[in-house]
């Protein structure tokens, strides 16, 4: 009898697309989009916990309130005050301060002379609108005060300019598509800036083994199309695409929706050309996929933030391009459902399998209060969680069967309490916009604070309901993320900034993590954010190593400095 | 017509068992088994390159003969004058001559009781039988004079070890299954072994994220047999499974036959512990998906064969066991239609494709010549090429469905000749047995000098080519390998070790290589035996960069010298 209760449920919100269609409409604004391409992986707008950058840079200090504290101070003190300025800056949450390192240069005339007959008039930019845009983060978090933005058009150029940067003790900030949320791709002071756009050319593509080798500028969604039409993926896929370089990327060890499928990018980035703070340039740039011959140095580079060398050129594997893709959105009544869900998918679906999101209720009533044409497509029956599945594969007919079969399998034994699967494209892209719709409902919603942990699955629900035992009613509390990776972005939200809400958070977020032998980091990166929080994560002689690495390829520390390490590391 | 034609074969070769049981006899010698799990992979001593370690090590001077040279003379010569002595010693192939670093001390009594003291007396191993076993490597070709082997059985053995020998100089030479293929597990002259085996024990096991902790002495056939207790496999499989250690799999970042469908370790591995030089122990032992928080140093580890420091605990990810293993052996025309097979295999394939394997005509009549009890499973017409196509995917019916299918329209459009879809698992192990007998049959038809080659897909087998014409008839030469991931080896069989032959393969085979921008160690390593040749393949300033690593984490140089770096970069 229960089977066939769960038969009739799954069959209801698998085939019966006339039901299906009563509880959604997918003529609703925001929730229709094709890739220009024609083909679509079922996405649009994937915001991750990014929002693309829109090129409209007013400052809001509402935005910054809170998060830019300079001693003891808020930003906004400061600012009112006017005792903001460039000698000595703190940023991110609780205690985080930062002084110039005293033994940097500053910018002269004969600089500038010397970077314009290197790179020639046009790429020496000091125009001061130009400035205040790179200078600053897309959330507004962060601002720097460079005098000089640099754009290179080839490893030589880059060469020549750190090799004259570290000669002058010139401190740099390398910069991409300036997409990051922990402060890592602007300034903290003055660093001369490079950003990478001008160097985005493709250099080649093996169409037998699927190997991409390119310039570092190379926006991630431009390589999307070309690869599409050459019928490859890039192995990752992020919200920021539109805007985020390759090079970045790389550098920043970049997440994102397909990692549950296809790895990390220490799997997946086969070389890597880059230049270290000398200007000498390491070659790494291979194309194999197999290279046992000394030391991998390339992983030194990748996740390092741009502190240990600029990348100036990626080789990466990609896989072919598979065109049967199938979304579905689950509800389940507890979070151990939505673990026992995530085995059963692993075992069932397998090797097509491409994502395992999850969100709890509170993030839903968030996304579906805030944000325009996002509609719930099941029954506004109370659920406690809600799981995203996608499977893609090389056969429609077939990837369909098998999860509908998987969906019946886990109705009937009781793991989701009910579900609706997407019937065309178009349905699909507005099930991924109620996930990746949380991020931009939470900006909306007032203050926010945000987390990007790594923890043990089973543990990592665990740290939403403590704190929200801790907070009470004075902030909701929204999990969501990457299940299927373990990675949990808790966020609180809160109608203003407020240090007590913030007390009560850090450090507190941070040991919990800690103490599960989580990571304080999944995939956001420390920056400057979270440089001084590394040893929640990693051990001291860890760090220690870590400092003896950047100390020796880059003894001046003039690449990226105040990030990734602890200021104390860093500035000894 | 043609369709008719190429459809009524493939139902020849994929239906019609009693046709294809004619050609083939599953009950023959060799090519039955079944693990003792009850499940299987549908492989049979999978010897990849290697083979299994026996324990029998009787000195054969024909089989180092022609690689053991020291001073000119080769190593018969030697010992027949008892010239050879632990002061100066060459291996490897044309020129590579290493003297013992003077730096290092000479082990004496108090080293002996010290060690006694932090062991016990069962684990100092000083007997002349046992030294004897792991002074020798499992081919033969490489013999050290270590008069003592150390057991440690926890990490903090292992520290105080390192911290000893590394005040008093003692060079070390960690070894775990001693199964590799260049030397590198295996003193050179009287390092003191740090044998892995007594740390073998599973720490843990997380059932919902795939992660296995282990000690690096964990042999990975144990590893297997523990995983496909809880439904799951490790992501790697080599033949020499029933010897070989984590530890050591994870220093040498060894490939293998899963390659192709999970990727190398550098992405598969979360975590490491190692112990450093000087006795520090680095604790890297992450035990999640995503961890951005600062550099990743585990991948400084992977690949350095225990040159940087002893690895001595993993934290691996291991995918979920797929029941579904089809295996097909089928004949090409030529090397073109193999690439093209390759690329079709990817995109028709996609995600259940779990092996892409080639041999040339020369590979399988030397199997066939040389081995008991394997039969060619086609009918004896000349074809130039075999692939053995492997998938593993989730359902049965399904997924044959979809290999008849390609093959079927691999057939039609002329990319196969001929072929033969296996019936079940022992005609599964015995298609992987003819790939996998190659490295057998070589070793039985003489000399043989081995080549580990990555190159780009299209450019491989113009190598083998090219040595044909440059050894005419003094040499057969063979190609295969795993074409699906770049990987060559190149072997060349002559009746027994000639000095003009070998001038004749080298450095040309190098040469060729790193013109191709190819790796001249794909998977193998460097070791002692390519220690010098590591500039074929990469740039000296990269090499540089290495060396400089290595003098950081290993100032004295103890750890595995004579190893991985050339000779004249660690002397210095």
Not at 489 to 512: C, G, K, T
Not at 548 to 555: A, E, F, H, N, Q
Request: charged content about 20%; hydrophobic content about 35%; some cysteine.
């Amino acid at each position: 009898m229960e089977r066939v209760r769960a038969s009739n449920r799954l069959l209801r919100y698998s085939c019966n697309k006339s039901l299906f269609d009563r509880r959604y409409n997918p003529s609703s604004q925001n929730s229709i989009h094709n890739s220009p391409s024609g083909y679509s992986h079922g996405f649009v707008n994937k915001c991750g916990d990014f929002h693309l950058y829109n090129g409209n840079h007013k400052w809001s200090v509402q935005t910054c309130f809170g998060f830019l504290r300079y001693r003891g101070e808020t930003f906004r003190d400061s600012v009112e005050k006017g005792s903001l300025d460039s000698r000595c800056r703190g940023f991110g949450s609780l205690a985080a301060k930062v002084e110039r390192n005293p033994s940097f240069s500053t910018l002269n005339a004969d600089d500038i002379s010397y970077f314009k007959g290197v790179l020639g008039e046009k790429t020496v930019v000091q125009e001061e609108e130009r400035l205040a845009i790179a200078n600053t983060d897309w959330m507004h978090k962060y601002k720097g005060s460079s005098k000089l933005l640099l754009q290179p058009q080839s490893t030589e150029e880059v060469s020549q300019i750190l090799k004259y940067c570290n000669s002058r003790c010139l401190a740099v900030v390398p910069q991409g598509g300036n997409t990051g949320l922990v402060g890592g791709s602007v300034p903290v002071f003055d660093e001369v800036i490079i950003n990478m756009s001008l160097m985005n050319n493709i250099i080649s593509f093996d169409q037998v083994s699927g190997i991409l080798v390119c310039e570092a500028g190379c926006i991630l969604e431009n390589l999307m199309t070309f690869l599409d039409n050459q019928g490859f993926i890039m192995p990752l896929d992020l919200g920021a695409k539109g805007s985020c370089q390759i090079g970045g990327n790389v550098s920043t060890n970049a997440g994102g929706l397909r990692l549950v499928r296809y790895g990390s990018l220490h799997g997946n980035v086969l070389g890597i050309e880059a230049v270290l703070a000398d200007g000498n340039v390491i070659d790494m740039l291979g194309t194999l996929r197999k290279d046992n011959t000394g030391y991998d140095l390339k992983h030194l580079f990748i996740g390092s933030e741009g502190s240990l060398g600029i990348v100036t050129k990626v080789s990466i594997l990609t896989p072919p391009k598979l065109f049967s893709v199938n979304v579905a959105f689950l509800a389940c009544q507890d979070y151990f459902s939505c673990q026992k869900l995530l085995v059963e998918a692993k075992r069932k679906l397998g090797e097509i399998l491409s994502a395992f999101e999850f969100l709890d209720s509170q993030s839903l009533d968030l996304v579906l209060n805030h944000l325009d044409g996002i509609r719930n497509p099941l029954p506004p029956t109370m659920h406690n969680f809600y799981v995203l599945i996608e499977t893609t594969g090389s056969d429609e007919t077939y990837d369909r069967q098998k999860l509908e079969a998987f969906l019946l399998h886990a109705m009937e034994a009781g793991l989701v309490s009910d579900g609706a699967l997407a019937q065309d494209i178009n349905q699909a892209s507005s099930f991924w916009r109620i996930r990746e719709g949380v991020p931009e409902a939470l900006m909306k919603a007032g203050a926010v604070y945000k987390y990007d942990l790594s923890l043990p699955v089973e543990k990592m629900y665990d740290l939403v309901e403590e704190m929200r035992k801790r907070l009470s009613d004075s902030a909701n509390i929204i999990g969501y993320g990457h299940l299927g990776d373990g990675n949990l972005h808790l966020n609180i939200s809160a109608p203003q900034y407020d240090d007590r809400i913030l007390m009560q958070i850090e450090p507190f977020v941070y040991e919990w993590t800690s103490k599960h032998r989580g990571s304080i980091s999944a995939e956001h990166g420390l920056g400057l954010m979270k440089a001084n929080e590394i040893f929640y994560s990693k051990p001291t002689d860890t760090v220690t190593l870590m400092a003896s690495i950047k100390k020796m390829l880059d003894p001046k520390g003039i690449l990226n400095p105040y990030k990734v390490l602890p200021h104390s590391f860093s500035s000894s």
